[in-house]
T-cell receptor
Framework: GQNIDQPTEMTATEGAIVQINCTYQ??????LFWYQQHAGEAPTFLSY????GLEEKGRFSSFLSRSKGYSYLLLKELQMKDSASYLC????????????FGTGTQLKVEL | DSGVTQTPKHLITATGQRVTLRCSPR?????VYWYQQSLDQGLQFLIQ???????AKGNILERFSAQQFPDLHSELNLSSLELGDSALYFC?????????????FGPGTRLTVL
């Protein structure tokens, strides 16, 4: 199968930095997406990586290493509203454009 | 607001029944995707359509079917419903059908089967 692994839960303090890791099987890799999802709501797009390196977007950055099958999402200057589930999703070749999602990392931001 | 619309927002029905979920993609998007999200399984890909044609299929049950119409809206039909079909059903859309096209999700339909 095409397993996507990420931690189930993380807790961090308001104003701090948190890194959420994601690992995946490298065979057929065709791009990696990060989404944010608040409970009961739609996933919202955060970032996309297809080449190695860091992509920065304001308080959010995402890193990819294709050879290691590894990505992380970095959230800086955490705010209470960042408490949500963060979903790592991978597109693999040969499957149209379907995304395979990890089960999500539930981030709790505390005061 | 992603620009993807889904109706209805909530649906409550009984086992054995049939329901239809509707999705309108963002303006200009040709691909539509359906995903199921249940508490114990996360987001699972069901099916993708591109410009009216089926493009990819996931673990979609035979009781489920979908189509994309000439105006590009899509419908997901769920029949012979079982308790285990209770879930959030999301539709997403993208400009094309490549693996590098970002998918934008609609607000979802919460299906409850009693």
């Amino acid at each position: 199968g095409q397993n996507i692994d990420q931690p189930t839960e993380m807790t961090a303090t308001e104003g701090a930095i948190v890194q959420i890791n994601c690992t995946y099987q490298t065979s057929g890799f065709n791009g990696l997406f990060w989404y944010q999802q608040h409970a009961g709501e739609a996933p919202t797009f955060l970032s996309y990586n297809v080449l190695d390196g860091l992509e920065e977007k304001g308080r959010f950055s995402s890193f990819l290493s294709r050879s290691k099958g590894y990505s992380y999402l970095l959230l800086k200057e955490l705010q209470m509203k960042d408490s949500a589930s963060y979903l790592c999703a991978v597109a693999f070749t040969g499957g149209g454009n379907k995304l395979t999602f990890g089960t999500g990392t539930q981030l709790k931001v505390e005061l | 607001d992603s620009g993807v619309t889904q109706t209805p927002k909530h649906l409550i029905t009984a086992t054995g029944q049939r329901v239809t979920l509707r999705c309108s993609p963002r303006s200009g998007d040709l691909s539509v995707y359906w995903y199921q999200q249940s508490l114990d399984q996360g987001l699972q890909f069901l099916i993708q359509y591109y410009n009216g044609e089926e493009r990819a299929k996931g673990n979609i049950l035979e009781r489920f079917s979908a189509q994309q119409f000439p105006d590009l809206h899509s419908e997901l039909n769920l029949s012979s419903l079982e308790l285990g079909d209770s879930a959030l059903y999301f539709c997403a859309s993208s400009v094309a059908a490549g693996g590098r096209d970002t998918q934008y999700f609609g607000p979802g339909t919460r299906l409850t089967v009693l």
